[in-house]
């Protein structure tokens, strides 16, 4: 199991109000737990002897729903405020200072029934949840809202609040330690991929470069022999068609793969970052597409040209879906549609984001570095349906971390080219050409086979502090 496809802990805080009925937060949190299992998530929670209910309304609770919290700390992913009644503010907010616990919060309130507002029955949480985001707020608690304000725990809405909530945990827990291999250096001609390492520690996010000749080096001196490679090119045939490629440049695949899982595997990085050409090409006579298509597609997202911070948007996309992303150009206009485009790349996208695909050779490369150097490439045309579509990148000049993101369909227009592609249909798609254009973003974007744009918006803006503009937001 990969770190991103882990079950998910949630602490789970019950709010509770000394003059409400005690019933509703015995009700409630039994409902809060049902629904959390319902769904495959594990929580921790107050047992119901250790406070009254297993909710907190006062200080002495909240301090034992702290302990709690931080002797669970290293398993919570995020915290549940869920008010049955009106709740205790302050009990709530110390409760997560205390904890001392960093992760994304959801605040949760139970809708009144109509009908249901004599004494011993309302709840009043309508009112109780505005009290606790305003406790969170002066406490400098960041938190995120359910789409109502008030919804039933077992509603369709509520669950899809919570598998949202979900990728939001999932982002922010991984980009915090995420440790990303830059394998040589970018081309020269790229400037478009120059980042800024400094920037990206500053938010727990490391780099470890290695030079293209070491790994070189090391593929070099395995023999076509080495159980390592026999094994690496099984795998190699059992992803990917073949038959369109001889037999020599993929046991050099083979080869070079073996040295960069190694690589990866010793110095526990998540994602990758490749010099795709031209020196692969002239002095090892493959291209890495397919091992970065493989890595991808095991939710070890790799980029080509040593844009680490498509790796990086590429990752963000793949833990708020647990599905592959891939990292495309944005291309070419499709005819005379505004709202349309193509995008390409030569390409190493991963197997499960394409409607079928065989490992060939990339055309544009091969007319300078010949056929026979330039084999490795999949090729073939995306699934269609709906995508999310994101780029983080590093302003240095600013000294910030900005992102955008949004949402749009990968069509069935016809359309016949080479490499990896398809057609991309993106509502008032112009204005957000003129944003990236005009705020200084790369041509490179991930894309994913998903609709996360607003977990990935929330998770980069309110937990990481990040600039993030939501195209989606606009509509």
């Known amino acids: 199991m990969t770190s991103a496809a882990r079950q998910l802990t949630f602490g ?56 709690l919290f931080r002797k669970h700390a290293d398993e919570i992913d995020g915290v549940i405020v869920t008010l049955p009644n009106f709740g205790d503010e302050k009990a709530v907010a110390n409760a997560l200072r205390m904890s001392g616990l960093n992760v994304p919060v959801l605040v949760h309130a139970f809708p009144d029934a109509i009908g249901s507002f004599t004494v011993s029955q309302r709840r009043d949480s309508f009112c109780g949840k505005i009290s606790v985001c305003n406790n969170l707020r002066q406490y400098s608690i960041p938190f995120t809202l359910t789409d109502k304000h008030t919804v039933d725990p077992a509603s369709e809405e509520f669950r899809r609040d919570l598998h949202r909530f979900a990728a939001i945990c999932r982002i922010v827990r991984g980009l915090r330690g995420l440790r990303i291999g830059s394998i040589g250096a970018r081309p020269a001609a790229f400037n478009t991929v120059r980042f800024s390492e400094k920037l990206l520690e500053a938010h727990g996010i490391s780099v470890e470069p290695v030079d293209l000749s070491e790994i070189l080096g090391r593929a070099e001196r395995l023999g076509a022999d080495d159980p390592r490679v026999v ?22 695949m083979a080869k070079f793969g073996v040295v960069v899982d190694e690589w990866m595997d010793a110095n526990e990085l998540q994602s990758s970052a490749v010099q795709c050409w031209s020196a692969l090409e002239e002095y090892f006579g493959i291209v890495p597409c397919t091992l970065m298509s493989m890595m991808s597609n095991r939710l070890m997202p790799s980029a080509c040209e040593v844009d680490v911070m498509g790796a990086l948007s590429m990752y963000v996309l793949q833990q708020a879906s647990l599905r592959p992303s891939a990292l495309v150009d944005w291309n070419n206009n499709y005819g005379d549609d505004p709202n349309k485009a193509v995008i390409f790349h030569c390409s190493n996208l991963p197997k499960d984001v394409f409607e079928s695909a065989h490992m060939d050779y990339p055309p544009i490369l091969a007319s300078t570095l010949g056929k026979e150097n330039t084999y490795g490439v999949l090729a073939g045309r995306v699934k269609q349906g709906v995508f999310t579509y994101g780029r983080v990148s590093t302003d240095d000049a600013a ?76 509509l």
């Open 12 to 67: 789970v805080i019950v709010g509770n109000r000394d003059f409400f009925p005690d019933q509703l937060c015995v009700e409630g949190r039994k409902l809060m737990l049902k629904v959390l299992e319902e769904e495959g998530f594990r929580a921790i929670c107050l047992d119901e002897s250790a406070t009254k209910c297993g909710a907190i309304e006062n200080y002495e609770e909240a301090k034992k729903c702290a302990e």
């Open 231 to 252: 094994a690496k090119l099984e795998r190699i045939k059992e992803y990917v068609d073949t038959s369109r490629v001889p037999a020599e440049p993929i046991v050099k």
């Open 399 to 474: 000294g910030t971390v900005r992102a955008y993101v949004g949402e749009g369909r990968l069509t069935d227009d016809p359309l016949d080219t080479f490499g990896g592609y398809g057609v991309v249909e993106i509502p008032r798609f112009q204005s957000l050409l003129n944003y990236i254009c005009a705020n200084g973003f790369e041509h490179h974007v991930a894309i994913n086979l998903s609709a996360t744009s607003r977990a990935v918006e929330e998770a980069l803006k309110t937990y990481l502090g990040w600039d993030v503009y939501r195209h989606d937001a606009e």
